[in-house]
């Protein structure tokens, strides 16, 4: 076989469908929209979803769900997956498991957020894993197994507006103390 006798098969293309070629085409004249009227003119028609001023489903239904838009998007690794990796030889045991060597090994294919370690499976090789989530369970199978979790800090909360009057309570409380001790000692 070569490249210039390569060929799809018969009838999985359909032409595209040509308007307006005469009379013989059967689409010609006016290439199938009819006569005047709204959908007739270019850029006629009415918008999708309308319904003709009855209330339109998408109105009718309820709303549901919530999108977080603060989710975190981990990429997921089972500690069963690793175990079955370090059998193969994909992954060094020695060498400290990091999100970069499982994405280079193949075991994850891509990283938004970083990784997160589950523990569906068992471990029993002794591994160093840096990742930036993980199950309780997880870390529990992997210190079992005599590795060790690295987990990034956590980001410290900052004080919202909500926060702000605690704190604000809390400088009055603490000046006030001061105040105190400055009487005390007079």
Do not use: C
């Amino acid at each position: 076989m070569r490249l210039n006798e390569l060929s799809d098969n018969a009838k999985a293309k359909s032409a595209r469908k040509r308007v307006g070629r005469g009379i013989g085409s059967g689409t010609g004249k006016t290439s199938g929209r009819g006569h005047k009227g709204q959908n007739s003119r270019s850029g006629g028609g009415v918008a999708a979803g309308f319904e003709g001023g009855q209330m339109p489903l998408y109105r009718r239904l309820p709303k549901r769900g919530f999108n977080n838009p603060f989710r975190k998007n981990f990429a997921i690794i089972n500690t069963g997956a690793l175990q079955k990796a370090v059998d193969k030889g994909t992954i060094d045991p020695k060498q400290a498991v990091t999100g970069k060597l499982l994405l280079d090994a193949g075991l994850v294919k891509r990283s938004r957020d970083g990784v997160r370690l589950l523990a569906k499976g068992e471990i029993s090789a002794k591994l160093e894993i840096k990742v930036a989530a993980a199950s309780k369970a997880a870390i529990a199978q992997v210190e079992k197994a005599g590795g060790s979790v690295t987990l990034p800090d956590p980001k410290p909360k900052p004080e919202g507006k909500g926060k702000a009057r605690h704190r604000k309570m809390k400088e009055r409380q603490a000046q006030a103390g001061e105040k105190d001790k400055g009487n005390d000692g007079a």
